[in-house]
């Protein structure tokens, strides 16, 4: 079923903001908050109708507890069902925190230790290494070497056994790369010490203390019904645009530790209350301070600025001040937890479709910090038609392929333009000298520059190269006569990694994600590429090449086959 988005005015989706009680024994100052909360009402909006978000729902808190819940736009866009607080969404990686806590509990009672070696209670992990064997400081630090996902496995403690069968790409505790692999081996590990299913440990020792009444450490079909139905953009192999159609996300069952909780805000804000009071919840304490502290400590550099990971947080700033926030992506949602511990504030923000809740949880962190110190609220931006572009001119100039083909571009005052003939087409800004053309010409890739502060050498759109008069680098190439069966589209029947490409450009295999982004193969073996840079567990190896052309594709693991569709 396609959806043609609702475009909600900011009128509309602030009518159908609601407020939650405080909770019970409970009090909460918030009169001089309140203009703070209709500011945050109206940048929710304003995010939503630029982002083609179909509903959102927010909970504000401090350490007393949840200060506010605020619902807009739709559980069910076909229905027009409304977000209310008591509507459910999936919570996606910040499940990695309460896998965590579980551990460290069980790390008081003396029965887990994350310095000792995994195999020690799980001797059949053994992922092959040239180096030591892989600890779970390791894995709760996401720098064990291992690769990001398994999604072909459906859920299940397979997922956590087959990754023996992978190699690492770096030296244990080197390198940070996102792992969802490492935390359902952890989800195991936690089932297997504390002799019970894996939703059964989390429920005990975190939902039922913490009176998380509305939440679930798993999903199953007969959770589905009790959902915000998830949505996302129509075309999956292509980066999506706000005005692209929605359609119903795909469902999949779930119960790993990566990321298998379903809850509200208001449940999601007690969790976050109890972050912002060191461990300690209404009915005692879940964890000790120093516990709660070892998962704020910076123990890996993520290569995102400042920021760092500790144990199943990334710690960073807001404006020089400490703060912890973990994101999390389903199948159609997208949520964030996010705490400013130093005033002992924070937020949690759910979607269920594009939008960004990670933007909309600062913005209310800041506005209610700027209110509670007396300082001035923050500035709502006007959205800019056509979106911005910084130094447009920088990227103006013609740009010629090796085929003779030409692409010219015009800065003028703040925008970016494709030049046509007499038509003048704006560009869309997508990430760092990266930009949308017209879907007719330009459906599957961004436009990607690149140069200096004195304007840019080349442009790219997937395989098609393009140079402009800065440029001074060599202009023919020449690539093994084998990689020529390997550029292609390639697909596989799951919905979390679905398809990706693979194209030659300026003699070098590249490998594109449906978003668009790229990494470069490095050829390891026969067939077989590294992907990415050097300390990257990522391989992609080719297959059954029939008349020129590779029929399969291998991913860490996973295989896929050439597509019909180009």
């Known amino acids: 079923m396609t959806l043609d988005l609702p475009r909600l005015t900011a009128g509309?989706?602030?009518?159908?903001?609601?407020?939650?009680?405080?909770?019970?024994?409970?009090?909460?100052?918030?009169?001089?908050?309140?203009?703070?909360?209709?500011?945050?009402?109206?940048y929710a909006a304003q995010m939503m109708q630029e982002s083609g978000t179909p509903g959102l729902a927010l909970a504000l808190v401090d350490r007393a507890g949840v200060m506010t819940v605020r619902t807009y736009g739709y559980a069910d866009l076909y229905r027009r069902v409304p977000v209310t607080p008591s509507t459910r969404f999936q919570i996606g990686s910040i499940s990695k925190s309460f896998t965590v806590i579980s551990l460290l509990q069980l790390a008081e009672e003396g029965k887990f230790d994350p310095q000792?070696?995994?195999?020690?209670?799980?001797?059949?992990?053994?992922?092959k290494t040239k180096w030591r064997p892989l600890t779970s400081h390791d894995l709760l630090t996401h720098t064990s070497g291992l690769p990001g996902d398994r999604d072909d496995v459906p859920s299940s403690l397979a997922q956590a056994y087959l990754a023996r069968e992978r190699t690492l790409g770096s030296a244990p505790g080197t390198h940070w790369a996102y792992s969802n692999i490492g935390y359902q081996v952890l989800g195991a590990?936690?089932?297997?010490?504390?002799?019970?299913?894996?939703?059964?440990?989390?429920?005990d020792r975190i939902l039922k203390p913490l009176g998380m009444t509305h939440t679930e450490a798993q999903f199953t079909h007969a959770t589905r019904p009790t959902l915000a139905v998830g949505y996302e953009p129509l075309f999956d192999d292509r980066p999506a645009r706000p005005d692209d159609p929605l359609v119903v996300a795909p469902w999949v069952e779930y119960g790993s530790g990566d990321g298998s909780i379903v809850s509200t805000v208001g449940d999601m804000g007690a969790y976050l209350s109890m972050h912002l009071n060191r461990g300690r919840g209404p009915n005692g304490v879940l964890l000790p301070e120093s516990r709660i502290q070892s998962m704020l400590q910076p123990f890996a550099e993520t290569g995102r600025g400042k920021d760092h990971y500790g144990y199943g947080m990334f710690v960073g700033e807001l404006h020089g001040r400490p703060l912890f926030y973990h994101s999390g992506g389903m199948l159609g949602y997208t949520s964030m937890l996010m705490g400013e511990p130093s005033l002992g504030i924070g937020a949690v923000a759910?979607?269920?479709?594009?939008?960004?809740?990670?933007?909309?949880?600062?913005?209310?962190?800041?506005?209610?910090?700027?209110a509670m110190r007396g300082d001035s609220l923050p500035l709502l931006q006007e959205p800019a038609q056509p979106?911005?572009?910084?130094?447009?001119?920088?990227?103006?100039?013609?740009?010629?392929?090796?085929s003779g083909g030409k692409l010219t571009f015009e800065g003028s005052g703040d925008s970016l333009l494709l030049v046509d003939g007499a038509a003048r087409?704006?560009?869309m800004p997508y990430g760092t000298h990266a930009f949308l053309g017209p879907r007719d010409r330009f459906p599957l890739f961004p436009l990607q520059f690149a140069g200096?502060?004195?304007?840019?050498?080349?442009?790219?759109?997937?395989?098609?190269?393009?140079?402009?008069?800065?440029?001074r680098g060599p202009r023919t190439f020449t690539a093994p006569a084998a990689w020529q069966a390997y550029p292609g589209h390639y697909r596989i029947m799951q919905p979390w990694e679905p398809n990706f490409r693979v194209v030659l450009r300026k003699g070098a295999l590249w490998y594109i994600s449906p978003s668009g982004s790229e990494e470069q193969l490095t050829q390891i073996g026969p067939n077989e590429?590294?992907?990415?840079?050097?300390?990257?567990?990522?391989?992609?190896?080719?297959?059954?090449?029939v008349d020129g052309q590779a029929l399969t594709a291998t991913f860490s693991g996973m295989q896929y086959f050439r597509y019909f569709v180009e």
């Open 12 to 42: 509309a989706a602030v009518a159908l903001a609601g407020l939650a009680a405080p909770l019970p024994a409970q009090t909460h100052d918030t009169l001089g908050l309140r203009p703070a909360f209709r500011l945050i009402d109206q």
């Open 116 to 127: 000792v070696p995994v195999t020690r209670y799980l001797p059949w992990f053994t992922p």
């Open 189 to 203: 590990l936690l089932g297997k010490l504390d002799q019970k299913p894996y939703y059964q440990s989390i429920t």
């Open 350 to 370: 759910f979607v269920n479709g594009p939008g960004s809740p990670g933007a909309v949880a600062r913005f209310a962190i800041r506005a209610i910090g700027a």
């Open 387 to 402: 979106p911005r572009v910084e130094d447009a001119k920088l990227y103006a100039g013609t740009f010629t392929s090796s």
């Open 425 to 427: 087409t704006p560009l």
């Open 452 to 471: 200096d502060s004195a304007g840019m050498a080349e442009v790219w759109y997937g395989g098609e190269w393009y140079a402009g008069a800065q440029y």
């Open 529 to 545: 590429f590294r992907v990415g840079e050097k300390d990257s567990a990522e391989r992609l190896s080719f297959g059954n090449v």
